[in-house]
T-cell receptor, first 111, second 114 residues
Framework: SQQGEEDPQALSIQEGENATMNCSYKTSINNLQWYRQNSGRGLVHLILIRSNEREKHSGRLRVTLDTSKKSSSLLITASRAADTASYFCATDPKGTDKLIFGTGTRLQVFP | EPEVTQTPSHQVTQMGQEVILRCVPISNHLYFYWYRQILGQKVEFLVSFYNNEISEKSEIFDDQFSVERPDGSNFTLKIRSTKLEDSAMYFC????????????FGQGTRLTVV
């Protein structure tokens, strides 16, 4: 598998439900970031979690990081139709000067 | 809120032509990046730039590509002789430091090579 793979690839839920997306990576990292992309638009930074952190919250977002398993999850609570977008994890591997993006999860929230 | 701006938002060019994509990073950021996203695929790293030189580049960033910071505000990506497979969304990003801080992305330039 590639560095930065999300699952599921696609997720459909009803408004008010929680959405959980997972990301796996391969190398040691400085931090892991989650981005959101509306169709055909730019990448919006959501949250950054450092390699020495295990959990972080921002509004309705909760991110966890397990460096022993090289995995992260993004939880969106009480989802809204406006949360419909693609969500990408991006890792910042140690010793590099770049972000490596995952394959993304397409989230659709039905009203 | 400061943001990264990119121009143009959409560019159509003929195969073999040179294109320059322009970006204005956030003013107090020191690290600049170009990424691209072919339609329906993942975002791919192209190049990072710091202190007026390339700090890292990917295999995609071959001799057809170059970057420049011609003045204190702009950051450009030049593709010398475009190919059909260069058609993609190109994103510029900037960050305050290398690693450990979030990168802010522009809205992208959609390049279509015909």
């Amino acid at each position: 598998s590639q560095q930065g793979e999300e699952d599921p690839q696609a997720l459909s839920i009803q408004e008010g439900e929680n959405a959980t997306m997972n990301c796996s990576y391969k190398t040691s990292i400085n931090n892991l970031q989650w981005y959101r992309q509306n169709s055909g638009r730019g990448l919006v930074h959501l949250i950054l979690i450092r390699s020495n952190e295990r959990e972080k919250h921002s509004g309705r977002l909760r991110v966890t990081l397990d460096t022993s398993k090289k995995s992260s999850s993004l939880l969106i609570t009480a989802s809204r139709a406006a949360d419909t977008a693609s969500y990408f994890c991006a890792t910042d591997p140690k010793g590099t000067d770049k972000l490596i993006f995952g394959t993304g999860t397409r989230l659709q929230v039905f009203p | 809120e400061p943001e990264v701006t990119q121009t143009p938002s959409h560019q159509v060019t003929q195969m073999g032509q040179e294109v320059i994509l322009r970006c204005v990073p956030i003013s107090n950021h020191l690290y600049f990046y170009w990424y691209r996203q072919i339609l329906g695929q993942k975002v791919e790293f192209l190049v990072s730039f710091y202190n007026n030189e390339i700090s890292e580049k990917s295999e995609i960033f071959d001799d057809q590509f170059s970057v420049e910071r011609p003045d204190g505000s702009n950051f450009t990506l030049k593709i010398r002789s475009t190919k059909l497979e260069d058609s993609a969304m190109y994103f510029c990003a900037s960050s305050k430091s290398r690693g450990g801080t979030e990168a802010f992305f522009g809205q992208g330039t959609r390049l279509t090579v015909v």
